[in-house]
T-cell receptor, first 108, second 117 residues
């Protein structure tokens, strides 16, 4: 079983749509949680950290459920520029463990 | 602007060549840097943790004699892929943070795309 599992997608959505990604992690000792964005052939970039209380940054909302070991990302009012691969990432000790990513394609 | 610089961004070379990749933190000191490898449509896999002034810590399954890591200063770590073969072709990325990984964002280099013919 992978340490961090994500639906690979792709999610093909029209502009303006709301889309949600889910992620599960296997190690209950994971300490911190993040969503990164990776564009094709580029390095990952931090999108947002994820907290149990839930956090929002503009059109993006992230949620963590430690009991279920589940992380989510909600994107509202999708833009063409949101097209990318979204990586679910957890920290374990002094390491980051990456999911394989979920591909989002926003189309006009 | 970029806070971690990685060089070169693209390498194409013959089988058997050794390739050195540099990772520099530009405006902060990084006692720890990380080296990842990413194959197409797969997740970033941590190869090793590079520690300034000491030996790198390699992940299970990563050959330390194949992937030589040197972290000689607080701003520079190098990864050398020795005697590279086609199966070593991949996207190699380094990262560093200004503090603990759990509460400081990781800054990634632009990555190095290695193609071994």
């Amino acid at each position: 079983r992978k340490e961090v599992e994500q639906d690979p997608g792709p999610f093909n959505v029209p502009e303006g749509a709301t889309v949600a990604f889910n992620c599960t992690y296997s190690n209950s000792a994971s300490q911190s949680f993040f969503w990164y964005r990776q564009d094709c052939r580029k390095e990952p970039k931090l999108l947002m950290s994820v907290y149990s209380s839930g956090n929002e940054d503009g059109r993006f909302t992230a949620q963590l459920n430690r009991a279920s070991q589940y992380i989510s990302l909600l994107i509202r009012d999708s833009k063409l520029s949101d097209s990318a691969t979204y990586l679910c990432v957890v920290s374990q000790g002094n390491k980051l463990v990456f999911g394989a990513g979920t591909i989002l394609r926003v189309k006009s | 602007g970029a806070v971690v610089s990685q060089h070169p961004s693209w390498v194409i070379c013959k089988s058997g060549t050794s390739v050195k990749i540099e990772c520099r933190s530009l405006d902060f000191q990084a006692t720890t840097m990380f080296w990842y490898r990413q194959f197409p449509k797969q997740s970033l896999m941590l190869m090793a943790t590079s520690n300034e002034g000491s030996k790198a810590t390699y992940e299970q399954g990563v050959e330390k004699d194949k992937f030589l890591i040197n972290h000689a200063s607080l701003t520079l770590s190098t990864l050398t892929v020795t005697s590279a073969h086609p199966e070593d072709s991949s996207f190699y990325i380094c990262s560093a943070s200004k503090g603990m990984i759990s509460n400081q964002p990781q800054h990634f280099g632009d990555g190095t795309r290695l193609s071994i013919l």
